[in-house]
């Protein structure tokens, strides 16, 4: 809850970065709370950023079933990478 009021919040900025390494397995009740949460997000000018996750795999799969644009979330293998973007 804490979560989505800081990024919701009006200087949360133009980006949230998101770093999912450290997430083994998201469930189909998680990826429908994370893109409503990006869908949130995408409403009030923030563009979400995922880190640590690859288009191909499972998690972004499943994510991406509940995603009504998937190509505008920028996603990043790295942490560092999506910071630098």
Known sequence: ???AR???SRD?????????????LITSAAAKMLADLFASLA???T???LAGIERE???????????????AIRTFSQ????IEW
């Open 57 to 71: 795999s499972r998690n972004f799969r499943l994510l991406q079933t509940f995603l009504a644009d998937s190509g």
């Open 47 to 49: 563009r979400p950023v």
């Open 1 to 3: 809850d804490y979560l």
């Open 43 to 45: 409403t009030n000018g």
């Open 79 to 82: 942490l560092d990478e999506a």
């Open 6 to 8: 800081r990024l919701l």
């Open 12 to 24: 949360a900025g133009q980006f949230a970065v998101l770093d999912l390494r450290r997430v083994p």
